[in-house]
C-alpha cells in the first residue's frame, strides 16, 4: 500500500510517495535523498538518525514516513544558515566531536533538541531539583545525550562541544534574532518554525 | 632512491593542532557513505535493494530453496541460492592479496549447499525498495539436512587440540617452583563485536562486466584484489570507492560475505545498481567479532618483585569455515623482563561464524590478563604496582634479544601517575568509601607494536600555482588520515598544508595498504614522503604545472635491528556502589610514547576513543553464543551494551615526547589501538583496590561485588 506524504525537509517541501511501511528515516534516505540522518540500528537504539521533528529531536527510525504528513523536518543538513554551520556543528569541530562522523548528524542533531528542552526547562534523570531551572553540568549533558551512542568514543569532546555550545546559547538568552535558533511554537501544521 | 632509511622529516605542519579537513562535511551530513551514493554518483543512482536470507541450522546442508512465493512478489527482481548463484573463482594468492586470499571460504557465498554456521548467507532476495526485500526474503522457505553441531566453548575440555608453542624459553614450571611470590590465576574475556555505527554497506553495479563497489571498507585495493579473483576480472575492471567510513575498528579490514553477495546480485543484474546494508542484528553473524580467551597467567618472581618466569597458556575459539586465532599470548611474551617464558594457544574448532580482527586484536585481551596478574604480583610482593614494573623493565626485547627503537613505558608511568595524583596512595583495598560507594585507583600498562607495510603507493603532482596533489588509495576510517597525510605530505614537500589537496578512498588512486594494525600512518605516510622527496629530486622545487610521479614504496625503513613498540600507562579511579555493586569509573587517564604526534587534536580523539573502547569492554560488552543454535543470542544494542555518553567521565589523554628515528622519516608510532590496550586492567585493578574483590573475568559486571 502506498500513500503521498507532504513533509517539509530543511525548509524545503517535498511531496514524495511511499509504502506504507517506510519508516521517516527511509523515506528520508532512499525517497528524498537527505542522507543526512544515518541508519546505525533501526531500533532506535543508536541514535544516528536524529531529527528535529516539529522541532523536537526524534529517532526518525521509530516513525513511519505516513504518520507524519504535513510535518517539518530538519536534518544536521539543515541546521546552519548562510552556507556556515550552526553554532553546534561549529562547536562540535572546535573540539573535535566526532572520529568516522557517521553518528555525528544524529548527535548535533540531538544536541539542538537537548538544548531547547534544558531552556524549556525540562528535568533530566540527572537533575537533582525537578522545580528548579536545570543547569547543564557535565552530568546533565552526558545523561541528555545518552541516546546517541558513538562508538569511536568521542564522548568527552562531545560533552566539551555541548558545554560550549550551552554557553553560547545562555550568552545569547534574549537574541530572538539568532540565526540558528531552533524555536519550538507550534507552527499551522503541528510543525515548528525552523529559522 | 631513499627507501630503506627513515632520514627524519623536518617537521612544520605535522604536530600542528588542525581542525579535520573532512571535518564540514561530517557535522553537516554531507560526506557520503557507501550506502548513500545514490544522492551522490550517478553510477548508483536507483538502486535495487538486496535482503540475505540466513540459515536456520549451524551444520548441514540446504535440500531446498522455495522462491516462487517470494518471486511472485511485485518489485522483486531476483532470488538468488546457490542453485542459481553466478561461480565464483577463488584463487590462493596469499603472496598478492597479503591479509586474505580469495580462496576464504568464509567468501564462497551460494556457491554449495553446506551450512556452516547458523545465520550464513543461503540465500537472498533483490527488490525495487527496502521493504519489498525484506518481505520477499521471509518468503523464501530454505528445507535442510541439519547435522548435529558444536558450538559450545568448553575451555577445560580434555577434548580440544593440543596447544601450539609460540614461545618456550628456559623453565617456567622449575622457575615457578623456585619462586619466592607467584601468581597463578585464569582471566577470561567474552567475545566482543566490533560494532562500528555504520552497518557493513555496499553500493555496486557490473557494467559491460566491470565492477564499480562502493564500500565502507579499511582496505579498498585488498577489496579490489579479492573481487577480481572471485569475479574473473583484470583488476583494472574493479574500482573500489570508499572515502567516508563509518568506523571499522577492524570488522572492515577484509572481505566479507555480503559485499560477495552484493557482487554476485550485481552480476545477475548487470547494468542496475544494487546495494546492501547490513541490519544490526546481522552484523552479529556477519563480518566477524574478537573471539573469546581464557588466560592462565603465571609470574614469578623472588621477593623484591624481580620475574623470572612468565607465562601465558591461551584458550580461544576458531571458526570451523576460517580459522582465526586471537593471539593473546603475545602481549606476555614481550613486555616484561624475566628468563623463563612459556606461551601458547589451544584453539577449540566449532560450528560458529568466522571472527576477525578487532581493535588491538591479541592486546587487548592480553594486556587484560596480564596487567591484572601484574597488580596481583604488585600486592604479594607488597610493591606498588608502578615500582613492580620499573624493576621489571627490560634491556631488550626478552624473546628477541634486540635493542627497542625507543620504549617510553616508564616515562609514560612516571608522568601518569604526577598528572593522576598517584603518589601517597594508600595501597590497602576496601577501606575508602564516600557516601556510598567504595573508591579505588589503578594503573596498567599499555602496548602496541609499530611497523610499516611495504606495497603502499603514492602520487605526486604540482597543479600550479603553488598547489600540490597528493593520491594514495588509503583510508580514513575516523582515524584523521584525511588530515594527517595532509600534513606528513605538507612537510615531505616543504609547502604549507593549505597548499596540498589530498585524494584517498579509491582503488583508482596509487595503491595503499590496510587501515589496519596501528601501521596505516606509518605505511602511508612513509610512500608520501618517499614520493615527495622522488618528486623534488626530479622536479626541483619550483616544478612545471602538470608534473607528476608516483613511487611505490617496496621497502620500508629497515627496522630488522630493532624491537618497535609504542606503549603507554593508564590510571582509573573506580567506584563502586557498596550495596549493589553499581560500577562508575569516574576519570581514566593515559599517557603514551608514541614517537611524534602528527596532529595533537586527532591524536587525543584516537587515544581517548581507545580508552573509551577499553572502558566500554571492562564493563558492558559480552557477546553470548546459545550453544544449542549457535548464534549470538543479544544481538542488539539493547543487548550488547557499548558505552553510552553517561558510562564515560572524565577521559583524558596525553603523551611524552619521544623521538624515534628507526620507525619511519616521521618518526611516528601508531595510535588507533594503544589506546584500547591496559584500560580494562587499570579499572579492574581499581575496583580491586575500592572493594577488595579481585574480578578475572570481563566484563566486570554489578555481580562480581555481591557476595
Known sequence: ?195 | MTETTADLLNAKAMGADLERVDGLAKVTGQAPYAFEQHAFDERAHAPLYIHPVQSTIAKGRVTAVHGERAAALPGVAAVLSHENAPRLTPEDDSDVAMIQTSDDRELLVLQSDEVSYRGQIVAAVVADTPETAREAARLVGVDYAAEPHDAAFSPDSADLPEPTVDTELGDVAAAMAAAAVTVDAAYSTPIQHNNPMEPHATTVVRSGGALTVFEGTQAVHIVRRILAALFSLDAERVQVIGPYVGGGFGAKGSVHAPLVLACLAATVLEGRPVKIALTRRQMFELVGYRPPTVQRVRLGADAEGRISAVGNDVTTHTSRLKRFVENAGGSAAMMYAGENRSIGHRVAELDISPATFMRAPGHAPGMFALEVAMDELAEACGLDPIELRVRNEPGTDPVSGLPYSSRGLLDCLSEGASRFGWEGRDPRPGVREEDGWLVGTGVAASTFPAFTMPGSAARIRFAGEGRYEVSIGAADIGTGSWTALTQIAADALSVPVEDVALALGDSALPAATVAGGSAGTSSWGTAIVQAARAFVDSHGTEPAAGAELTTVLKRPPDTRGYSTHAFGAQFAEVRVRADTGEVRVPRVLGVFAAGRIINPRTARSQLIGGMTMGVSMALHEESVIDPRFGHVVNHDFASYHVAANADIGDVQAYWVEEHDPHVNPMGAKGIGEIGITGTAAAIVNAAHHATGVRVRALPMTLDHFLR
Open chain 1, 1 to 195: 500500500m502506498e500513500a503521498d506524504v507532504t513533509l517539509r525537509v530543511d525548509g524545503t517541501t517535498r511531496v514524495v510517495r511511499v509504502d506504507t511501511r517506510t519508516t521517516l528515516l527511509d523515506a528520508l534516505r532512499e525517497k528524498l535523498d537527505a542522507t543526512a540522518p544515518k541508519k546505525g540500528c533501526d531500533h532506535g537504539q543508536c541514535g544516528a538518525c536524529t531529527v528535529l521533528l516539529n522541532g523536537r529531536r526524534v529517532n526518525a527510525c521509530l516513525t513511519f514516513a505516513v504518520a507524519q504528513d504535513g510535518a517539518e523536518v530538519v536534518t544536521a543538513a539543515g541546521l546552519g544558515a548562510d552556507g556556515a554551520p550552526h553554532r553546534v556543528q561549529r562547536a562540535f569541530l572546535d573540539n573535535d566531536g566526532f572520529q568516522c562522523g557517521y553518528c555525528t548528524p544524529g548527535q548535533v542533531c540531538s544536541a539542538v533538541g537537548m538544548l531547547e528542552e534544558a531552556a524549556a526547562g525540562w528535568p533530566s534523570a540527572a537533575t537533582g531539583d525537578v522545580a528548579a531551572e536545570p543547569v547543564l553540568d557535565d552530568a546533565e549533558i552526558r545523561e541528555r545525550m545518552s541516546g546517541n551512542l558513538c562508538r569511536c568514543g568521542a564522548y568527552v569532546n562531545i560533552v566539551a562541544a555541548v558545554r560550549e555550545a550551552a554557553a553560547d546559547s545562555a550568552g545569547n538568552t534574549g537574541n530572538t534574532d539568532s540565526a540558528d535558533s531552533v524555536t519550538s511554537e507550534a507552527a499551522p501544521a503541528g510543525g515548528a518554525e525552523v529559522r
